[in-house]
């Protein structure tokens, strides 16, 4: 008789083994990780990652969607619910960079992984996913300035965060605050705003 699965404890360990591939990933690289190494990571057998992923290749690609997606929901709730146009910048930035440890992780892992893409279909595909996905955020914030040019804005808004990410990760010693405050301005700049967005005009 065929073992029954229940859908909600297997998400749980699905999440789980994603989250230790992840980490074994950070610690080893894409290329070099195997899944021993991620077995390891996650206590157990190299045949209960192949039973809920397939492959490497599936269960790596998991990891993006998932790490990624993590990324773009809590960023869509934090804009969803600041009040004020600055408090919504505010928000997107403290998500770009949320903690130096967390930064320094997500931004190594996708780095890595769009270097494997560029060789893989499948995982290009899942980047590309991302891609649209982060797009669509850049452009939620790129409107507060108005829609006219929003879709420039929202590709200048992307070039900066992903440049100063780079210059995290070459950072020996990363000032998270330093990071935030940069990026606010640039953003600011490019809806151009000098300092704080202008206040909505009252009611009535």
């Not at 077995?39 to 690609?61: E, N």
Request: charged letters at 25%; one cysteine or more; a positive charge.
């Amino acid at each position: 008789m065929a073992r029954r699965v229940n859908p909600i404890q297997d998400r749980v360990r699905r999440a789980a083994l994603e989250k230790a591939a992840y980490l074994a990933i950070y610690e080893r690289g894409y290329a070099g990780v195997t899944l021993a190494d991620i077995a390891g990571y996650a206590g157990v057998s190299k045949g209960t990652l192949a039973y809920h992923f397939g492959s490497r290749a599936g269960l790596l690609a998991a990891v993006m969607r998932r790490f990624t997606r993590t990324i773009t929901v809590a960023t869509r709730r934090a804009l969803r619910q600041a009040g004020t146009p600055g408090a919504k910048l505010a928000a997107y930035v403290e998500n770009q960079f949320y903690g130096v440890e967390n930064t320094r992780r997500f931004y190594t892992v996708s780095l890595d992984f769009l270097a494997a893409a560029t060789r893989d279909p499948e995982l290009m595909a899942v980047q590309r996913d991302f891609q649209r996905e982060t797009l669509a955020l850049d452009l939620e914030l790129a409107r507060l300035a108005g829609e006219a040019g929003a879709g420039e804005r929202a590709r200048l808004l992307r070039a900066l965060v992903e440049g100063l990410s780079v210059r995290f990760l070459a950072d020996p010693a990363p000032d998270l605050a330093a990071y935030r405050a940069e990026c606010l301005r640039g953003l600011r700049a490019i809806l151009g705003w000098e300092e704080e967005p202008p206040a909505p005009s009252p009611a009535g």
